[in-house]
């Protein structure tokens, strides 16, 4: 399922888009927005696949919004003027529309998109994992990570989220499972089901949690028993 969010200042724009969407079953709307500033702030907490963007907006306009994101979704513009195309594909959007938008149109701009993440969706078959480093698609960049820097993987929904030394998190889209199955045993564990634990990089354990600095995790009963096990092997007492 495609997880996008449409952001337009005219309310039955939001509305047609949410109506389409609702009639597309690959596509699921998480959120709607009359300005960039209102979904910047949502942005900042979620993940999403893809954004209905249109252009002319007050404050902050959607060509200006999307520039100003590091790690941005698939973009496709939704706008009434056509002066914006070129430029729209320089910050590589997946398509541009033309309003007012028709089912058809909004249809084939959705296979598009769906293509898109079934050719491009990062797995196990093209994410790099290997033992000293691996590639993490992120928004439109490849970024190269150390293994032995990543301190623990947190799944976040369909989503990753790598938490590296020295560096800010990364989020990519990845199966736990896949990552998991690729990533030394020897090095790394799965902790609970929504955390994998680099076990070179633990310093603490404090009442059954897993400390790295400011976040505790919590190692679930499914897994205690194997966590528990490996600090056997390696405690002195």
Do not use: W
């Amino acid at each position: 399922m495609i997880k996008c969010i449409a952001i337009d200042d005219e309310p039955l724009a939001l509305q047609q888009l949410e109506l389409y969407v609702d009639k597309t079953p690959f596509i699921e709307l998480v959120g709607t927005f009359e300005s960039a500033l209102e979904a910047l702030v949502f942005l900042n907490d979620k993940a999403i696949d893809l954004m209905f963007v249109d252009i002319e907006m007050p404050n902050l306009n959607g060509m200006d919004f999307v520039k100003s994101l590091t790690n941005a979704p698939k973009i496709i513009f939704t706008t009434a003027y056509s002066q914006y195309a070129a430029e729209g594909f320089k910050v590589e959007a997946l398509d541009y529309l033309l309003k007012p938008l028709d089912y058809a149109t909004f249809l084939k701009s959705a296979n598009k998109a769906k293509a898109y993440f079934e050719r491009f969706k990062v797995d196990e078959e093209n994410a790099g994992l290997n033992d000293r480093y691996l590639f993490l698609k992120s928004g439109f960049k490849m970024v190269r990570v150390a293994v032995d820097q990543i301190n623990f993987i947190e799944g976040k929904g369909g989503y990753l989220k790598f938490h590296i030394e020295g560096s800010n998190p990364i989020m990519t889209l990845l199966s736990m499972k896949s990552v998991e199955e690729k990533l030394s045993p020897a090095k790394f564990m799965r902790v609970h089901r929504s955390y994998l634990v680099n076990l070179h990089k633990i310093s603490l354990i404090e009442r059954g949690q897993i400390v790295f600095g400011k976040v505790r995790i919590n190692v679930s009963e499914q897994y205690k028993a194997k966590f528990q096990a490996y600090l056997d092997r390696n405690s002195m007492n």
